[in-house]
């Protein structure tokens, strides 16, 4: 198969995906129609799109955005600075690294979020909980891939700062840093999914802050169509979010 | 040689014990100093007693067995959901082009803000509960699969081929023997996120199960009763990981 032909293939195939889903949603609407799904428990999508106008005009959904985008922002700041120094501690103390590495990923995969009520004990219903379960929730990669990326430092590149007899200082701010960058992106960017993840999640449990408590209150009024809405404006954000850290990743990647 | 490697592990070991024993005292010193409002860091006495006492209840493992439950049945709803999408997109190329895109973007999106939409669905008892875990575990365990069937050596597939296998046993006699470690990934994967939306359905709206007594211990500010349910969530959600863990490196 030329490039060309599969070129067209794949956009076949993603034309059929599209016009599936376009399918779906108009089979929803029909069968809410014809009285088949209780239009109670599925609002009609054509309703759901009218609903959405609304909700960003009434519910000051850009406003919600911002304060949401803001936790996110302050939480992924925070696990940038504690995540890439505590992986660059544990590097640099190999008994610290061996002690505590397999620690860090047990971290990773503990049920964090479930400690909300914790939270909220702590640091009250206010923005310090959620941005801090955002930070809690996405430390781990950060350190790991930090780790991962110093000590997987190329040894000629290392050998080239210790032939030009560079202090260890300087070894580690012009080799060991930016041959780890790209490795320490990857576990950025899985810290900033986690923290989006769980910063919008706790939002929505404890009926505070932006995005996430939108859907609960207009869930709480019975708003169906502008509770749809507003999980598909939350699904919409999450891609977008998801997608340009995605190319951040990728324009940091280094040529191989 | 051989010495310096007991040296380095008894260094470790030492380092771990010293770790928690700081965290501990530290703690403690937190609970004695009275700089956090009274009863929001509780002696680690206080905390061992609350856990003795739910340990002790049979109240905790009735709604140990609620949770457990519906987690099952999300997994086994999610679980075989997620497998034949997965074998379906990782088989068919065409399929895997058109959809494939949908299931990596909705994937790491927040899935309990559907918790709504699954009480209207299903309604506010264990239904929505077990909505929530299904929804959660079906995404990590389709895009594992997916990939996993990809990875299959070609020369496996024309070996089932050449014995003109039917579709059925091509999956239970090839795709699935060789798919072990990825499906195993996949559900591990799974059951964690499982865990984490079927518990935190329960602390938003339920009467039973473990996320109801977590958050009931909240309302009524029992803090060692909350930390110490908080503790065993985490010890039970980590031991079952590790067990299937363990599982899957078993020959």
């Known amino acids: ?256 | 040689m051989k010495r310096n490697a007991a040296g380095t592990s008894r260094r470790i070991w030492t380092l771990r014990v010293a770790f928690v024993i700081a965290a501990l005292a530290a703690w403690e010193a937190l609970a004695a100093s009275g700089l956090l409002f009274r009863d929001v860091v509780p002696s680690l006495g206080a905390i061992g007693n609350a856990l003795a006492r739910v340990l002790g209840s049979p109240d905790f493992y009735a709604n140990l067995a609620v949770t457990a439950q519906e987690i099952g049945v999300a997994m086994i709803i999610g679980g075989v959901a997620g497998l034949a999408t997965g074998i379906l997109l990782g088989a068919n190329r065409f399929l895997s082009q058109a959809f494939e895109a949908l299931l990596l973007y909705l994937g790491p999106t927040p899935k309990i803000i559907f918790f709504p939409v699954m009480i209207m669905w299903f309604g506010v008892g264990p239904g929505s509960k077990i909505a929530m875990g299904a929804v959660s575990c079906f995404f990590p365990i389709a895009i594992s699969t997916a990939a996993g069937m990809r990875q299959i050596e070609p020369v496996l597939i024309r070996v089932g081929r050449s014995f003109r296998a039917s579709p059925s046993q091509m999956v239970r006699c090839i795709y699935l023997p060789a798919m072990r470690e990825p499906i195993v990934t996949g559900l591990r994967l799974g059951l964690g996120v499982a865990i984490i939306g079927t518990l935190l359905a329960e602390t938003k709206l339920s009467n039973r199960g473990l996320g109801y007594l977590v958050i009931q211990a909240y309302a009524l500010f029992d803090m060692p009763r909350m930390y110490a349910l908080l503790i065993l969530l985490f010890v039970l959600s980590i031991g079952v990981n590790a067990l299937i863990g363990r599982l899957s490196r078993a020959p």
């Open chain 1, 1 to 256: 198969m030329t490039s060309a032909t599969r070129m067209a293939s794949r956009n076949r195939a993603r034309a059929v995906g599209a016009a599936s889903i376009v399918a779906v949603v108009a089979l929803v609407e029909v069968l809410i129609g014809a009285g088949v799904i209780n239009a109670f428990v599925v609002p009609r999508p054509t309703q759901i799109l009218l609903a959405i106008p609304r909700i960003v005009v009434e519910e000051h959904v850009l406003h919600r955005f911002s304060q949401t985008a803001q936790e996110v922002l302050w939480a992924s700041l925070l696990i940038a600075v504690v995540g890439i120094a505590l992986g660059m501690l544990l590097f640099r103390f190999r008994p610290l690294r061996l002690a505590f590495e397999t620690w860090v990923g047990a971290l990773a995969a503990a049920p964090i979020v479930l400690m909300y009520p914790l939270f909220l004990v702590i640091f009250g219903r206010s923005t310090t909980t959620i941005v801090m379960i955002g930070f809690a929730a996405g430390l781990a990669p950060v350190i790991l891939k930090t780790v991962e990326g110093l000590a997987g430092t190329r040894k000629v590149l290392i050998d080239v700062g210790r032939s030009f007899k560079l202090s260890s200082a300087q070894q580690f701010r012009k080799v060991l840093l930016p041959a780890a960058l790209p490795a320490v992106f990857v576990g950025l960017r899985l810290g900033l999914i986690f923290a989006m993840i769980n910063i919008v999640g706790v939002e929505f449990l404890i009926n505070f802050g932006g995005l996430g408590q939108l859907i609960n209150e207009l869930a709480e009024r019975y708003d169906l169509p502008g509770t749809y809405g507003a999980i598909l404006f939350v699904i919409l954000a999450s891609i977008l979010f998801f997608d340009l850290t995605e190319r951040i990743e990728r324009w940091l990647r280094p040529v191989e």
